[in-house]
């Protein structure tokens, strides 16, 4: 037998020196410099000046801390927003942007002096204010670089910072343009308050956490009632919150709740009269006897419990147990008139004074006892209800926590919000104990509490005055006034409510998914005043002066002008006690001003980056046409966090302002959960740093993850998940490398026209139709998951699996001038430049390494725009139906590989039962040879193996020949 010849030489192998292997870590920094050097954003900016703009406004990041992964999913989503909008001809910019004032920053800068044992108050405002400016730089420059590292494109070199003097500037004349028109007012009203950070705090600086409180039950004895049976009888209260009792000023009734006169009654007793008598002395409830409540029928069975929760045995180890016994009825509107005393009133003053009974409406039987202690300080229904009937705040609890030193019970003490201080044995119940008024007290009540969002405090709900913006009040922006609290509550003004508007202005905004405009709609609909003031340094000040004889602060605009100019020039530092006078000018005299202290809240700046960044003209990439009205930003992209947080507070401080939200669009993204499903702490050490992945993986692979992900809901990561996502990147990766290996040397001069292809190759170009279409919707709609899942089903099923599958046979073997191949490799081109355009915005690293592989003078494949596609008829239903054979008889096939009775698909002989026209079965199932019959057959052929193609025909006569087609291609 003679020797057979090897026919490699001659087969037309794929040819690429791009490498399977990514070593993206390795290569992606060195991409980024080239992109840094080249100044691609410019590039790009430049390439599409003068095109259909669309504006995503960037969400600041809060400078404190390393990125973490929901900063990078975050951004990686904008990112994709800009890039693909950029692809779609539209002129995309992305100014980044960081949230540098506020409290944390300065709790950190704080934390240096506490380690030093200095107090940060005896500091220079101005020296401590340069400390914090300084920390919030430096993680500026450290977050910059990390979420560069993902390859987001940006104006990196010009982002915005709130502490900029120019945005600060802006942020003040924002903030009198409300005073200007009225819309701001300084009252006293309960605020939730920090006592560790000491200042208040927004619902939007507030997270809510499971706690376990001290629940008492205190009775109140009245002293007046239209029913005079009432008289001596006690008011029974149930509170989880002790330290609200020395503020109590009245107790709030429901009228259409039924009440009972309840007696407290001994029962299971199991010893004599006498010995009854004499542990009943000192047993913890013996005061309760012969004493008459009033509580609420309903919640008879609840405060049962609780006193049985807080019998005890007397101290000689008699056991009894005493409850409520009803002795009669009584209609919650009948108690109207009815007056109790506080249990200290023996301390006299304020505590000696008369306790109403006033009607609420938020009075319920759902837990307690049907009466509700009202302490206006600490809770907004006391607060409303008792300014309703005349009974002001009296402002016991200082800003620490502490109680007033003057305060007759506990003054001095606190902290309030500490457990031990509540406690069952603790000062508060202990004091209640000896007055014979404490009827239960148990440190076991579990429940949802406030706590900073910052510090991680417990907060209070804190009476002190605050400058507020109202919901409520009717804005005539064509007529702008100062206003007092008073004037806010009775002016009926022409024109919407800012609660009005805001709510407009959410039913005109698109939400993606739809489900955000419920979310934020029903907070800007429930929430109350905007609280703007806060009592710490690190911060835009409310730039205000204060008429100390009217409390009316001063709205002159020659005056506002300066405090805008001096803020803008020199920065927060401008607004101090020695340039005041400068400020008010001639006009007026500094000795008859107050000059606020207070700073803004910080969710104040952040409303207000719209103002400094989209319209300020230092950004020209974002400016709208001249006369341009309605909002100017076509996106705002955050976590769904943000419905309380940055999208609220930029809705509100647009519409106040300008009638209008500041966006077109809301786009809002889950939360990152680990592999498990669960939320990520470090505690739990289920962490997943991005900076780590990408040390081991690369960025492209976060990239792929986060667009792969359904991100509008929460959504996981972890080890295993991120081993998948590096599989689904190897396949794409693998696409791009045979695509560029397949395309070795094509020009031109080898272009086929699409109506001269085969059938197959017109077929596959109707399906990039269909992909195109399905990308271009799914990029309008922000659906990535849809865009990553299409683009890499096309690679993996259409293309790897069925076209390149089929069509190797001709690249391999047919020669270079035969039109079969030339159309394939023609469609290959086409393929090449529609992929690598559609996936750059995904693997932004990958793709220009691609790109700049098969052209090293091509510039930048992030320049480009979405491909021009020809189109191509075929009969789609035919070929769904080949396929769908080519699937059956591959499932014959094989079980024939697994048992080895063939070796590979080309040895199988085919019997089909229906004919499908002129199509090559044959080369479509890649097999020896299809025949019809009555029904689908595989055996194995009996042709022989051409030698160099290794398809088995029966022109080839023994196994090494070669057949006609190679023949000729090798030997001419």
Known sequence: MTEQRDYRDTVFLPKTDFPMK????????????????????????????????FILHDGPPYANGDMHIGHALNHILKDMVCRTQNLLGKDAPYVPGWDCHGLPIEWK???????????????????????????????VNVQREQIKRLGILGDWDNPYLTMDPQAEGTIVAELLKFAESGQLYRGAKPVMWSPVEKTALAEAEVEYEDITSTQIDVAFEITQSPIAELVGAHAVIWTTTPWTIPANQAIAYGPDVEYVIAEPMIGGCSVGETDLSRALDQHPLYHLIGKRLIVAKPLMEQINDRLDRAQGTSPDGVAFQIGLEERGTIKGSDLAGTVVRHPMHHLGGFFAKPRPFLPGDFVTTDSGTGLVHMAPDHGEDDFLLCKEHGIEPVFAVEGDGKYRADWAWLGGQGSVINPKFNAPDGPICTALA????LLAASADYQHSYPHSWRSKAKVIFRCTPQWFVPMDRKIDRQAPLCATEADIRSEQDAGETLRETAMAAIAATRFVPEKGRNRIGSMVEGRPDWVLSRQRAWGVPITLFVD??????????????????????????AWSDERAQEYLGEQYRV????????ILDVWFDSGSTHAFVLES?????????????????????????????????????????????????????????DSKGMKMSKSLGNTIDPLKVMENYGADIIRLWALSVDFTEDHRIGDEILKGVADQYRKLRNTFRYLLGALDGFSDAERVDVAAMPELERYVLALVGKLDATLRQAAHHYDFNTYVRALTDFCNEDLSAFFFDIRKDCLYCDAPTDPKRMAYRTTLDLLFHALIRWAAPVLVFTAEEVWGTRYPAGGSVHLLEWPELPSAAVDMVKWEELRAARTAVNEQIEPMRREKV????????????????????????????????DALTVTRTENHKCGRCWRHLPEVAEDGELCSRCDQVVNG
């Open 22 to 53: 990514a070593g993206l870590p390795q290569k992606e920094p060195g991409i980024l410099a080239r992109w840094n050097e080249s100044d691609l954003y410019r590039q790009l900016r430049d390439a599409r000046a003068g095109r259909e703009k």
């Open 109 to 139: 800068v704080e934390e240096q002096y506490r380690k030093k044992k200095l107090d940060k108050d005896q500091v220079d405002p101005v020296e401590f204010r340069a400390e914090c400016r300084a920390y919030a730089q430096n993680w």
């Open 434 to 437: 000896e007055t014979g008024c």
């Open 548 to 573: 100390r004889k009217t409390g009316q602060y001063l709205c002159d605009p020659a005056v506002n002008a300066r405090i805008v100019a001096a803020v803008k020039a020199d920065g927060v530092d």
């Open 591 to 598: 000795e008859d001003y107050e000059r606020v202290t207070d």
């Open 617 to 673: 003209g230092r950004w020209p990439d974002l400016e709208r046409p001249a006369g341009w009205t309605g909002p100017r930003a076509d996106m705002y992209l955050e976590g769904s966090d943000q419905h309380r947080g940055w999208f609220q507070s930029s809705l509100l401080e647009s519409c106040a302002t300008r009638g209008h939200a500041p966006y077109k669009e809301i786009l809002t993204h889950g939360f990152t959960m």
């Open 902 to 933: 063939i070796g590979s698909s080309l040895e199988a002989a085919v019997t089909v039962a229906e004919a499908a026209g002129d199509t090559d079965l044959a080369e479509l199932f890649i097999v020896s040879s299809v025949t019809h019959g």
